[in-house]
């Protein structure tokens, strides 16, 4: 059984650029959550897909936005990168209606300067 | 906002000894979920209570669900080295799709 497995583990972009960070899901899983760390803070939902449609977003601006692809794997795409942006961002997949439990990747550090 | 809170922010204890972390939350749940998370790393799934539970165990870990109060505990007996991690709750409620976590709990076991 793979885990979830993000990509890039670091990244660096300037403010306004674009980024498009990567998930892989656990083999079986057919939804997919991001979040959101801050440093010091807990992790804040972004939005979660299920069979490739949006299925639950949280409070961040329409600039956040996701893709879900017919293997489960996930985009999430930043656009208009702000300073505020940086953060870990972590990728959680599960599979709908089963225990409830997520399955976290390793997350994406990404830096905005 | 962020529905969980954990109490306290850092507890630093001695190997061997017990650690309690609490967690409160402010609406009717479906179950709360306790993580680990090591060091800026992705958050490891530890336990999960329902709502119409009141205590679960797992090993050393020990969970409390009083639902009249809106708190969790989570107990960690014999602690070890290998247990210094930042610790979070997490709840899903009756209508929504995401999970909320709270800020978490910074615990440092001390060999």
């Known amino acids: 059984e793979t885990g979830v497995t993000q990509s890039p583990t670091h990244l660096i972009k300037t403010r306004g650029q674009q980024v498009t960070l990567r998930c892989s899901s656990q083999?079986?899983?057919?939804?997919v959550s991001w979040y959101q760390q801050a440093l010091g803070q807990g992790p804040q939902f972004i939005f979660q897909?299920?069979?490739?449609?949006?299925?639950g977003r949280g409070n961040f601006p329409p600039r956040f936005s996701g893709l879900q692809f017919p293997n489960y794997s996930s985009e999430l795409n930043v656009n208009a990168l702000e300073l505020d942006d940086s953060a870990l961002y972590l990728c959680?997949?599960?599979?709908?209606?089963?225990?409830?439990?997520?399955?976290f990747g390793p997350g994406t550090r990404l830096t905005v300067l | 906002s962020q529905q969980g809170e954990e109490d306290p922010q850092a507890l630093s204890i001695q190997e061997g000894e017990n650690a309690t972390m609490n967690c409160s939350y402010k609406?009717?749940?479906?179950?709360l979920q306790w993580y680990r998370q090591n060091s800026g790393r992705g958050l490891v799934h530890l336990i999960l209570?329902?709502?119409?539970?009141r205590e679960k165990h797992s090993g050393r870990l020990r969970v409390t669900l009083d639902t009249s109060k809106k708190s969790s505990s989570l107990l960690i007996t014999a602690s070890r080295a290998a247990d210094t991690a930042s610790y979070f709750c997490?709840?899903?409620?009756?209508?929504?799709?995401?999970?909320?976590f709270g800020p978490g709990t910074r615990l440092s076991v001390l060999p």
């Open positions: 997490a709840t899903r409620d009756n209508y929504g799709q995401n999970f909320v």
């Open positions: 083999s079986g899983h057919n939804t």
């Open positions: 897909y299920y069979r490739e449609e949006e299925n």
């Open positions: 959680a997949s599960m599979t709908q209606g089963a225990r409830d439990e997520q399955f």
């Open positions: 609406t009717s749940i479906n179950n």
């Open positions: 209570i329902r709502s119409n539970e």
